[in-house]
């Protein structure tokens, strides 16, 4: 790939934790190297909800946070040094969030969202007023404006907020599948598009490939600009050594019939969605390689445990490598 004069456009598909994590350590890496970029995130808003008239988006709270350096670190999300003197006088009223405990600085965020919107900000507006507090190194977008919430829908038939299932629950029952509500008529936020078709580089990292990445995806109007642009789309894969990274994501794996393996991850996402021309793998599954070079899918091994910041560093600065070396080769296809 030829460099361009200008600061590269970077578009990241992002989920919460992991995702947020893999930016920081994007960023950390544009920074070591000299690089100058434009990084633009877009996030899974899949797990947004309302509880007792908040409207809680998960994912894009996690990266503001993060990218913020405002994040409680040890568990990967909500704020550091926080408190929560309102859920505990909430506790003796019988009311609050049993299962999802909110800190008084979260709360504060959530509060604010609600009342951008309930005064007819759209959620992008709202996104991009509150990331302007924190003057962040990205550009922060929501996959979409419309409400789009990922539902369980479990052996009974019955359907719970993929929150509660994960959270509450911790997916103890086997889902029969996911339903993302209101996905249909929703559309992709102002400027995901033309950020996406106008990149240099997509990055995919390991965020859940089927309720973060794959509800991105699933947004009309996105998939369609992944298969357009003239960029070279990379993911890392959120598995190593057949388990997740973080959380649940086999379970989920399971509900679509997907086996939990690096190489799995990678053809679905490309059957799926119609795009995956780079995946990094760690060590451990270097054995995919030759299967996903195999299936038109140009992969890497490496160490992907995102340990520290040099660790993720290193991560970010192989996918954005591989991306360089699969652009020549695009533009020539195209």
Avoid: K
Wanted: proline share 5%; net charge negative.
């Amino acid at each position: 790939m030829t460099r361009p004069s200008r600061p590269l456009r970077l578009v990241v598909l992002s989920g919460g934790v992991g995702g947020a994590r893999f930016t920081r350590g994007l960023l950390a890496h544009l920074d070591r190297t000299g690089l100058e970029a434009d990084v633009t995130v877009v996030a899974n808003t899949g797990d947004d909800m309302t509880l007792h008239g908040l409207r809680i988006c998960p994912d894009l709270d996690t990266l503001m946070y993060t990218l913020a350096g405002v994040v409680h670190e040890e568990q990967g999300w909500g704020r550091r040094d926080e408190t929560r003197r309102v859920a505990d006088e909430l506790a003796p009223y019988g009311v609050g969030w049993e299962w999802f405990t909110l800190g008084d600085r979260d709360i504060a965020t959530h509060l604010a969202r609600t009342s951008l919107l309930a005064a007819g900000a759209t959620l992008s507006e709202a996104t991009a007023r509150l990331s302007a507090r924190w003057d962040l190194p990205v550009t922060l977008r929501p996959m979409a404006d419309e409400p789009v919430e990922t539902h369980v829908e479990l052996a009974d038939g019955s359907l719970l907020h993929f929150e509660e299932w994960w959270v509450r629950t911790r997916a103890a029952e086997v889902p029969r599948r996911f339903v993302q509500v209101g996905v249909d008529e929703a559309s992709a936020a102002p400027g995901v598009v033309e950020a996406i078709t106008g990149a240099d580089a997509v990055i995919v990292p390991p965020s859940n490939p089927v309720v973060s990445v794959g509800t991105i995806l699933g947004v009309p109007g996105i998939a369609e600009a992944l298969s357009a642009t003239a960029a070279p789309v990379v993911g890392v894969s959120p598995l190593i050594g057949g388990a997740p990274v973080r959380g649940m994501a086999d379970a989920c794996l399971a509900a679509i019939g997907v086996a939990a393996t690096a190489e799995a991850v990678a053809v679905d996402l490309r059957a799926r969605h119609g795009r995956l021309d780079g995946w990094l793998v760690d060590d451990a599954d270097a054995a995919a390689v030759a299967g996903l070079r195999e299936a038109g899918i140009e992969a890497l091994a490496r160490p992907l445990w995102m340990t520290d910041l040099d660790a993720t560093a290193a991560i970010a600065g192989a996918a954005l490598g591989l991306a360089f070396e699969l652009a020549a080769g695009l533009s020539q296809r195209g």
